[in-house]
């Protein structure tokens, strides 16, 4: 008989494993077979594929379906593959599904959870309508000045060399960029990180940003799923270091700010502004910044809503958000650019003259308004961005009972509950060669005037989609343009003997990566 309570553990453990696997199927919603589904979560959580070719290879097996069911970790959602359907779920009926999977406890992380990443319903919508002032185009060229600062000690670091002929690691040059960006633009502190990588400012975001490796992931994985767990063990998302380290540093500058009265055209002044109600939505000098760029919508322009009380820790929890987002997204986007122009040699060339074209035009040293205007520059960045979005897919969580109506004569109503959460796969839909012909090819001219108007709205998500997508996507694009121009300005980049063709994908973060890395060479024009 001592086999039996062996058993009961089995079956009871077969049961809640399999549950989330049927939860599709019993609505009707055409999905893989449960032995499939288990595979492919297992595949996940031993990180045995990347989450991009898994969403991909998901994307693909239901090529004439609108939506299907599968699961993340273990949990039920639905893939949606249907333009229309996204821009129901992600505009339309935006209320429906205001909110983000909430994968932190407060008690654990309480600084992520009072981000707007991560706040819900008319908690998220106050913080969205009194964060979006800051991120008008009209600020963008506020802080102009200091990205381009970084952009230009960024090269000089490169000119000063004595050799030019090495491989260069650009997500780790790039991520030491964003970083001395995010720094000086975002927390109002100086620091050349390619020259000091060891400064406390990078080594703080490295530890915070940093969920690389197994153990790291299945950290994360129980926070999210056994917070008392975590909490009792100690797990943390935010390294308690790097917790105190942001705390200390924001409550100081503002400090001094206030105290002396203290004026820089940075992020945590905008906040401040924000605390006291000064900032509203100014579009009166509003600038053309790219296509990529998502309009903000009428909920982070309700004035009405900014009357939200800002704390030291609300922000800065916005502030470590920003960062968060900025120094690994932004560095991500960089090094695939900078890759695509290593290996499109003629793409590369007429970017470059563009580059000194709009030199020449600016006497040496380019405006704000100037960059904006540079369309092959924004249709390489924009193609880098379709072919290499920075994230693979993201969430929305049904917060009151949906229905999907049929169209398709295979199809019934799907009604979606409280709580049901929907994926929007963006690295999927960019590469489906019915809305991207030949996918995998790197090609700027998709996104020319003549072209892209062809692009199918809704097919193109790489800062997200709706009211809820990236606030900061006019400053990844900013701090991106202007580094690209000044580096090409200066130099060549080729191709290496450490150079990935194909690159391979990292299978161990969620987010895009190369398994490899991506190497490069810079190459100094004065040697040409």
Known sequence: MFWIIPAIVVALFLLISLKPFRYWSKKGVKQNSIFQLWTDSIKIIFQLISPAELTLNLHNRFDQERYIGTCYYFSPLLFLRDPEIIKQIAIKDF?????????????????????????????????????????????????????????????????????????????????????????????????????????EFYLMGKSATDFSGFWRNMSILLIGLCPKVAKLLGLRMLPDKADKFFRKLIKDNMDMRERNGIIRPDMIHL???????????????????????????????????????????????????????????????????????????????????????????????????????????????????????????????????????????????????????????????????KFYPEPDRFDPERFSDENKSKIIPYTYLPFGMGPRSCIGNRFALLETKILFFTLLSKFNISVTNKTDIPLTLCQKQFNLAASNGIWVGFHSRQKE
């Open 271 to 433: 906040l401040m502004e924000a605390r006291k109600g000064k900032l509203k939505h100014d579009e009166s000098r509003e600038v053309d910044t790219g296509f990529a760029t998502i309009e903000e919508s009428a909920i982070g322009k309700e004035e009405k809503l900014q009357n939200l009380h800002l704390t030291d820790e609300s922000i800065t929890a916005q502030a470590l958000i920003f960062f968060f987002a900025g120094f690994d997204s932004s560095s991500t986007l960089m090094s695939f650019i900078a890759y695509e122009l290593a290996v499109n040699p003629d793409i590369q060339e007429r970017l470059r003259q563009e580059v000194d074209d709009t030199l020449q035009r600016c006497n040496g040293s380019v405006t704000y308004e100037a960059l904006m205007q540079m369309k092959y520059l924004d249709m390489v960045v924009s193609e880098t961005l379709r072919k290499w979005p920075t994230i693979t897919a993201i969430d929305r969580l049904c917060v009151k009972p949906y229905t999907i109506e049929p169209t398709n004569s295979d199809e019934k109503p799907i009604t979606l509950e409280k709580g049901d959460f929907v994926w929007l796969p963006m690295y999927a839909l960019h590469r489906d060669p």
């Open 95 to 199: 209320d429906n599904f205001i909110d983000r999977i909430q994968f932190l406890n407060e008690d654990i992380e309480p600084l992520w959870t009072k981000s707007l990443f991560l706040l819900r319903g008319d908690k998220w919508k106050s913080m969205r309508a009194t964060l979006s002032p800051s991120f008008t185009s009209s600020k963008m060229k506020g802080m102009f000045g200091l990205i381009k600062d970084c952009a230009e000690t960024f090269v000089e670091f490169f000119e000063n060399r004595q050799s030019d002929d090495e491989s260069v690691l650009v997500k780790d040059a790039f991520s030491k960029y964003a970083n001395d960006v995010i720094a000086s633009a975002a927390f109002g502190v100086t620091c050349n990180s390619l020259e000091n990588p060891n400064n």
